[in-house]
Nanobody
Framework: EVQLVGSGGGLVQAGGSLRVSCAAS????????IGWFRQAPGREREGLLC????????YYTNSVKGRFTISRDNAKNSVYLQMNNLEPEDSAVYYC??????????????????WGQGTQVTVSS
């Protein structure tokens, strides 16, 4: 069974940090680009950043540049999102996803076949 399991979310004060993880099973994460997305109540899902199988990363949005970074550990079949200097506006459910990119970097895709179940991040002011 193919699964992406997100973990590590929680409650943090503004200015704090969190690392959320995405562990894959049933497929090899090294063969895919992995992206992180988020969705806040009443808002559309937003793409944040991604990492390709070549370990190069790309940002979908400028709102997290300089604060969020993505990394992967192929030996653990996992990908991580490090979030620093969190703001209340970062509160959302965070999802990881695996896909085959259509661009040389990981930013383009036509179809995302695998999604994690989401992990809640809440930033208090």
């Amino acid at each position: 069974e193919v699964q992406l399991v997100g973990s590590g979310g929680g409650l943090v004060q503004a200015g704090g940090s969190l690392r959320v993880s995405c562990a894959a099973s049933g497929f090899t994460v090294a063969d895919f680009a992995i992206g992180w997305f988020r969705q806040a109540p009443g808002r559309e899902r937003e793409g944040l950043l991604c990492i390709g199988s070549d370990f190069n990363s790309a940002y979908y949005t400028n709102s997290v540049k300089g604060r969020f970074t993505i990394s992967r550990d192929n030996a653990k079949n996992s990908v991580y999102l490090q979030m620093n200097n969190l703001e209340p506006e970062d509160s959302a459910v965070y999802y990881c996803a695996a896909f085959q990119p259509t661009t040389e970097d990981c930013s383009g895709s036509n179809y995302i076949p695998y999604w994690g179940q989401g992990t809640q991040v809440t930033v208090s002011s």
